[in-house]
């Protein structure tokens, strides 16, 4: 019998190592694939630099999309908040010749404005996260669409580019950079703040967490918050990157942002929104998408992957949660008995 449970626990943990570091064990495989199939443009230094850099805003917009994924909801606005505050800064500082110091700070404000509003109808009129983060991003779209007489603006302070995208370390871009550090900053708070732990009470349940004193509507109203904060941050960051503002390039970001929120989610702790998972997760796909990209595959394959990645990655995701709940009910029914 002891044999038995023995075997069980080393299945037990096996199957957990498997679930935790899959995706990086098939990052390695599609890296090793790729350099061998593309060994003059895959594996070089340039390639990754690329990649760590070219796709760093995607990473914080992920971020942004994951905080209220946390709490147990969703903002669908998150791709046109990143559209409008890039398009805000584009109109305030080249055509009205304001500064980058007020530009900055005040693009920020209107992210925050707009999960404000999220959280408004969300937590206390008591509408729906996704039918509401949608037609707010509607409404964004819209208004970004006023505000640059629906065509694109450039002339943004080339000082933007120059700290966002031309400064590199070891090859790559500041902008990497900028990305790594917000993840470190959500991971600290997730993991090791009081704050954080409330938010993934609440992402756990919400009538619990409230029975257990939480403040239920402060957190997920914060959460919104949150995420049209960083979405601003990657709004910024676009900015940056292409010292221009275009009113609807931005939103091809959505779906992607998605996958790689919830792909992370099955990743080191599986079944549980993460940053570092979520930073995985979006450079395991874009690896994937620049080795087609560099085969010469059509430009929808792109989509194609990005789509397959989020269905896997939700489908996968409930797999693990309800085998933590069947575990969860085993582990109290044996708990019963050992007792009787």
Same mark, same amino acid.
């Given at each position: 019998m002891k044999n038995l449970d023995k075997i069980k626990q080393k299945s037990a943990k096996s199957n957990n190592f498997l679930q935790r570091y899959a995706i990086l064990l098939v990052w390695g495989i599609i890296i090793v694939a790729f350099s061998l199939i593309l060994p003059d443009t895959f594996p070089t230094w340039l390639n990754f630099t690329t990649i760590l850099s070219s796709k760093a805003t995607l990473v914080v917009l992920s971020l942004a999309v994951m905080i209220p994924l946390i709490a147990g909801d969703f903002d669908i606005s998150t791709a046109s908040t990143l559209v409008l505050t890039n398009m805000v800064i584009a109109?305030?500082?080249?055509?009205?010749?304001?500064?980058?110091?007020? #530009?900055?700070?005040?693009?920020?404000?209107?992210?925050?404005?707009?999960?404000?509003?999220?959280?408004?109808?969300?937590?206390?009129?008591?509408i729906h996260s996704f039918i509401v983060t949608l037609g707010i991003s509607t409404l964004l779209n819209g208004i970004t669409l006023w505000i640059s007489n629906s065509r694109t603006v450039s002339g943004i302070d080339r000082i933007m580019q120059e700290w966002v995208i031309s400064k590199r370390i070891?090859?790559?871009?500041?902008?990497?950079?900028?990305?790594?550090?917000? #993840?470190?900053?959500?991971?600290?708070?997730?993991?090791?703040?009081?704050?954080?732990?409330?938010?993934?009470?609440?992402?756990?349940?919400?009538?619990?967490?409230?029975?257990?004193g939480i403040n239920v509507t402060k957190v997920r109203w914060s959460a919104f918050i949150a995420s049209g904060t960083v979405s601003a941050l990657a709004g910024i960051m676009y900015a940056g990157t292409t010292g221009s503002a275009d009113p609807s390039s931005g939103l091809s970001f959505m779906m992607p942002a998605f996958a790689g929120a919830f792909f992370g989610s099955t990743c080191l702790k599986p079944g549980r929104f993460n940053a570092w998972g979520c930073f995985i997760a979006i450079y395991f796909l874009v690896t994937g998408v620049t080795g087609f990209s560099l085969m010469g595959a059509p430009t929808f394959i792109q989509s194609i992957f990005y789509g397959l990645a989020l269905v896997i990655a939700v489908s996968f995701a409930a797999i693990v949660k309800k085998r933590q709940i069947q575990s969860a009910i085993d582990a109290g029914i044996a708990a019963a008995e050992s007792k009787e």
């Open positions: 109109v305030l500082n080249a055509k009205l010749g304001v500064s980058l110091a007020i #530009c900055l700070p005040i693009a920020l404000v209107v992210g925050a404005l707009v999960g404000f509003i999220n959280g408004f109808f969300v937590v206390r009129i008591g070891f090859g790559i871009s500041y902008i990497f950079f900028y990305a790594l550090i917000v #993840c470190v900053i959500l991971f600290y708070f997730l993991e090791y703040t009081a704050a954080g732990k409330k938010l993934l009470y609440v992402g756990r349940g919400i009538n619990v967490s409230r029975l257990s």
